[in-house]
Antibody, heavy 120, light 106 residues
Framework: VQLVESGGGLVKPGGSLRLSCAAS????????MSWIRQAPGKGLEWISY????????NYADSVKGRFTISRDNAKDSIFLEMNNLGDDDTAVYYC??????????????WGRGTLVTVSS | IEMTQSPATLSVSPGESATLSCRAS??????LAWYQQKPGQAPRLLIF???TRATGTPARFSGSGSGTEFTLTISSLQSEDFAVYFC?????????FGGGTKVEIK
C-alpha cells in the first residue's frame, strides 16, 4: 500500500495550490479518502473527505468555501484545490484512506505528506 | 470533541513499559484509534475500537478505556517503538486527534 502526496510548496497569502495524492496497492474505489493536515508544532486536523465516487464530500469549517476535494478512480488519485490561502494553512498535508463498506472513520492508510507554506 | 494527550513527552528505557493517556472533552463509547508516526514516515494505524489491534500491530501494544479516558500501553519497549503516538476519536464529526505523545529513549 502506498499513498504519495505531491503539489506542496511556497505560496503567497491569498494564493492557490493544488495537491495530489496517488494511491497504489489497495482497492482504491472501496475507500473514502481524506486530507488531514498538521501545522508546525500542532496536532493533526482532518479537513476534508470524498466518498468512493465523488458522491459525498465534507469539509472542516476552517476550509469550507476555500478548498475543494475530488477524486479520479481511473487514476487512483485524489486532489485538493486550495484557494485564498492564509498563514493558518501552513502545514504538512496528508492523504489518508478509510474503508467505505462498512464505513469506518479511522484511517487504515496514510501518505508521508506534502508541505504547504503560506508566506509573503 | 477535543482530545488531550499526556504526557507530551515520555522518556523510557528499552525493555520498560510505557503508558500513554488520551482524554476526551466529552464521553463516547469505544470509537478511538491510536497511530504511530516516525520521523519522515506516514502515520500507521495501531489500534481501533479502543482495544483492537490493527493487522500487523505487535501484541506488546494494547489499548483500553471508554468514556473520556483511554490508554495505550506498550510493554517491553523495542527500539522501533520510539516514535510519536496520536489518538483519534471517530464517534463524533468532525473526527479529531490528540496533540501526540513522543516516546523517546531515556
Amino acid at each position: 500500500v502506498q499513498l504519495v502526496e505531491s503539489g506542496g510548496g511556497l505560496v503567497k497569502p491569498g494564493g492557490s495550490l493544488r495537491l495530489s495524492c496517488a494511491a497504489s496497492g489497495f482497492s482504491f474505489s472501496d475507500y473514502y479518502m481524506s486530507w488531514i493536515r498538521q501545522a508546525p508544532g500542532k496536532g493533526l486536523e482532518w479537513i476534508s473527505y470524498v466518498g468512493t465516487n465523488n458522491n459525498y464530500r465534507n469539509y472542516a469549517d476552517s476550509v469550507k468555501g476555500r478548498f475543494t476535494i475530488s477524486r479520479d478512480n481511473a487514476k487512483d488519485s485524489i486532489f485538493l484545490e486550495m484557494n485564498n490561502l492564509g498563514d493558518d494553512d501552513t502545514a504538512v498535508y496528508y492523504c489518508a484512506g478509510n474503508p467505505a463498506v462498512p464505513i469506518k472513520w479511522y484511517f487504515d492508510f496514510w501518505g508521508r505528506g506534502t508541505l504547504v507554506t503560506v508566506s509573503s | 470533541i477535543e482530545m488531550t494527550q499526556s504526557p507530551a513527552t515520555l522518556s523510557v528505557s528499552p525493555g520498560e513499559s510505557a503508558t500513554l493517556s488520551c482524554r476526551a472533552s466529552q464521553s463516547f463509547s469505544s470509537k478511538l484509534a491510536w497511530y504511530q508516526q516516525k520521523p519522515g514516515q506516514a502515520p500507521r494505524l495501531l489500534i481501533f475500537g479502543a482495544s483492537t489491534r490493527a493487522t500487523g500491530t505487535p501484541a506488546r501494544f494494547s489499548g483500553s478505556g471508554s468514556g473520556t479516558e483511554f490508554t495505550l500501553t506498550i510493554s517491553s519497549l523495542q527500539s522501533e517503538d520510539f516514535a510519536v503516538y496520536f489518538c483519534q476519536q471517530y464517534d463524533n464529526w468532525p473526527v479529531t486527534f490528540g496533540g501526540g505523545t513522543k516516546v523517546e529513549i531515556k
